[in-house]
């Protein structure tokens, strides 16, 4: 019992054992047995029971984890959720979290929410600075390449000297053979307009497209611009598309006279087309 005790001097005990927490744990000492002890009793099975479901090592939601110190301090995609040494609702997403203060989404998800005891318990540890035992650091997975970097958001560049003929060219090379001489104007039309439409150029349409391009250094972005916004491109290619869909104007076997038509169908079919 220390009921003897003055509150003022409680308080102050208190308040110096938070900033000898703090101070050891910037200088990445361990932190006392009693607030390691106070964190195993009292913190960790709250965060275990109630938190590590969304924010442990198996899944992470909004990239916050809360199964190592490093990880708690560091925060989510959407910031600090606590500041060491301060359990003010002001400086702590967590605590303002828990407390299902307005203007922060309540904690946890699932389940009832923290008791009273359970709150004042990760208060303390925050005041404490956050004691936890140590440990091997815990592998992150919130760390995220930056989408503009993957190849699919990257503009597409010209082969030249590293382009994909340069490599074919070194394996031919060594072969003892050649790259197939260059094909005509006209048969690269038609290549385009078979392989993007599906059908082959009018004699109007060819004279077009050897117009509208430069034969003589291969320029026939013009052509594959027109064919591209061209309706014959949609229905081309959505075909692909509808079959890996499973798409159908009808039911399929049927019997006694029953229509198995869908009628609605097409809006979809149409819809895939006029998206490409």
Not at 1 to 20: D, E, T
Not at 101 to 119: N, S, V
Request: glycine letters at 10%.
């Amino acid at each position: 019992m220390v009921s003897w005790i003055p509150s003022s001097k409680l308080h102050g005990a208190l308040v110096l054992g938070c900033f000898v927490g703090i101070a050891l744990a910037a200088r990445g000492a361990p932190f006392p047995a009693e607030q390691i002890e106070f964190f195993e009793k009292s913190v960790r099975p709250v965060l275990a029971e109630n938190c590590y479901s969304c924010h442990g090592a198996e899944k992470h939601q909004n990239g916050l984890r809360l199964d190592s110190r490093d990880a708690v301090i560091k925060g989510g995609d959407y910031g600090k959720v606590v500041e060491p040494g301060n359990p003010n609702p002001s400086a702590s997403k967590l605590i303002r979290a828990v407390k299902h203060m307005p203007g922060t989404e309540a904690m946890p998800k699932k389940g009832d929410a923290l008791r009273a005891d359970q709150i004042s318990a990760l208060e303390k540890w925050i005041a404490l600075g956050l004691p936890w035992p140590e440990e091997k650091a815990v592998t992150s997975h919130t760390e995220k390449a930056n989408w503009k970097t993957h190849w699919a958001f990257l503009p597409v560049t010209g082969g030249g000297s590293a382009g994909i003929d340069a490599i074919i060219g070194q394996k031919l090379k060594a072969a003892g053979l050649d790259f197939a001489p260059a094909a005509k104007p006209e048969t690269l039309v038609r290549r385009l307009y078979i392989t993007l439409t599906g059908l082959p150029p009018t004699f109007d349409e060819m004279r077009a497209a050897l117009g509208a391009s430069d034969g003589k250094n291969g320029n026939y972005a013009a052509v594959v611009q027109s064919l591209l916004v061209s309706p014959r491109y949609g229905e081309r290619w959505a075909r692909h598309w509808l079959d890996v869909a499973r798409y159908s104007d009808t039911e399929g076997y049927t019997a006694g006279g029953r229509d198995n038509r869908y009628p609605h169908a097409y809006t979809y079919r149409d819809w895939v087309v006029k998206a490409l």
